[in-house]
């Protein structure tokens, strides 16, 4: 039962969690905070299209945040490699 309801929990949040994994000052937990925040964002892309209504803005602002964490990813991925 909490198992399910993680998840909801999780994707009310979501912009706490993306917040947190740009901010996050400690090099060894980012990669930690970037993946809460994109399981996050994809429950909750999940549940509104599930709805079906007009939430165009929420899934732009998804999108954006998508696109923002897997670039830091990248930046940290390249940093790594240097």
């Known amino acids: ?3 399910q309801t993680l998840p909801v929990i999780q994707s009310r949040n979501w ?3 993306y917040t947190a994994a740009l901010f996050e000052t400690e090099k060894d937990k980012i990669p930690a ?6 399981k996050a964002i994809l429950v909750r892309a ?7 209504s007009d939430t ?4 732009q602002a ?3 945040a998508l ?7 990248s930046c940290l991925s390249y940093r790594a490699a240097a």
């Open 1 to 3: 039962m909490i198992n």
């Open 15 to 17: 912009r706490e969690l």
């Open 33 to 38: 905070r970037i993946a809460d925040a994109e």
């Open 46 to 52: 999940r549940e509104l299209f599930a709805a079906g």
């Open 56 to 59: 165009i803005e929420e899934d």
């Open 62 to 64: 998804l999108d954006d």
């Open 67 to 73: 696109y923002a964490l897997r670039a830091l990813q």
